[in-house]
């Protein structure tokens, strides 16, 4: 597609509930990213996947937290037995690959409700 | 997580008049700044961007100014319009050794009629 695409735009599961979230970037975009952001709060930094290199973690908040990427191209997040404090909307964003100095394209995010 | 905002703060400003953003960055190390937008319920949109060498960057009705001595981005918008209502967010990215894209703490632009 032409922007980044991401799935389902909305997601209630229940405390304890394991979620995916799913992230389809621009094709030819080898840079991926992924954040999380609270009601009224800026964006946190979760997971970095660059071409083939091993992904920057750095930001991921617990082990319940993981994320791949197959075949450079599709993303999914995943949140293993969700919290209440996981809450939040996730965003993902592509860009080209290193050495072009270009800005990241967003998603619309998906909304995740833990109840 | 990095570089999180906590209770975005808020400029407040007359249709018409003009705004004036500020960021301020972490990593001297970075050479690639983008200013992003967000309204409500939708993913940030790019606006403007400026690469380390420059110290100024103007688009239509936008300028970004980098002050690399003290790490410090403005946006500019001119002449406001109820339009430009929205979360603003500047972020910092290095080049090839870092392609991380870390945001800094958003401000909420409200234009009054």
């Known amino acids: 597609g032409a922007g980044v695409s991401q799935s389902p735009s909305n997601k209630v599961t229940e405390k304890g509930k394991d979620v995916e979230l799913r992230c389809d970037p621009i094709?030819?975009?080898?840079?991926l990213y992924w954040y999380r952001q609270s009601l009224g709060q800026g964006l946190e930094f979760l997971i970095y996947?660059?071409?083939?290199?091993?992904?920057?973690k750095s930001g991921l908040p617990s082990d319940r937290f993981s994320a791949e990427r197959t075949g450079g191209s599709v993303s999914t997040l995943t949140i293993q037995r969700t919290q209440q404090e996981d809450s939040a909307v996730y965003l993902c964003a592509s860009r080209k690959g290193t050495g072009v100095l270009t800005e990241a394209f967003f998603g619309q995010g998906t909304r995740l409700t833990v109840v | 997580g990095e570089s999180v905002g906590l209770h975005l703060p808020t400029l407040s400003v007359q249709e018409g008049d003009n705004s004036i953003i500020n960021c301020a960055y972490s990593?001297?190390?970075?050479?690639?700044f983008i200013w992003y937008k967000q309204e409500s319920g939708k993913g940030p949109q790019f606006i403007i961007d400026?690469?380390?060498?420059?110290d100024k960057r103007q688009g239509q009705r936008v300028t970004v100014l980098l002050n690399k001595t003290v790490k410090h981005l403005s946006l500019q918008i001119a002449a406001t319009q109820p339009g430009d209502s929205a979360v603003y967010f500047c972020a910092e990215t290095g080049a090839v050794s870092s392609y991380k894209l870390i945001f800094g703490s958003g401000t909420r632009l409200l234009v009054r009629p």
């Open positions: 996947f660059q071409g083939n290199s091993a992904p920057d």
């Open positions: 400026i690469r380390s060498n420059m």
């Open positions: 990593n001297s190390a970075s050479d690639y």
């Open positions: 094709s030819g975009h080898t840079a």
